[in-house]
């Protein structure tokens, strides 16, 4: 099938379902109202003062943290919203897939906001 009938054809999933998007993803940025994926009071978390978008965390078609790596290599992520045990497990398992990809190099970020830069040096 062409990728308008695919298009045409999607269906979201049956159950939850956890995405890292990356920085500058043009999903996050080409909207101007946000409001169906992004709770309002989290936009100074996501998006630096030019309107570069940080990596985020998309639980079941929402924004609900953001996502990074560390010096050491290692991919950790803070969410600003509650989710629920089986998306937190899919979370966990997304952040594994991705460390596991990456084999430990740090892709240093082009963009930071102040709760992006908390998250780079949590320890835990």
Do not use: C
């Amino acid at each position: 099938a062409d990728d308008a009938q695919q298009l045409r054809n999607f269906a979201p999933p049956d159950g939850p379902y956890v995405f890292l998007f990356p920085n500058l993803d043009p999903y996050i940025m080409g909207y101007r109202d946000r409001s169906r994926f992004l709770a309002p009071g989290h936009r100074a978390k996501l998006f630096d003062r030019a309107g570069n978008a940080v990596p985020t965390v998309w639980v079941n078609g929402r924004v609900v943290g953001v996502w990074g790596q560390r010096e050491d290599g290692s991919v950790t992520y803070s969410l600003f919203e509650q989710v629920g045990e089986g998306e937190r497990a899919l979370l966990e398992d997304e952040t594994r897939r991705l460390s596991d990809f990456l084999d430990g190099e740090y892709l240093p970020p082009r963009f930071r906001t102040s709760f992006t830069r908390a998250l780079e040096r949590q320890t835990v």
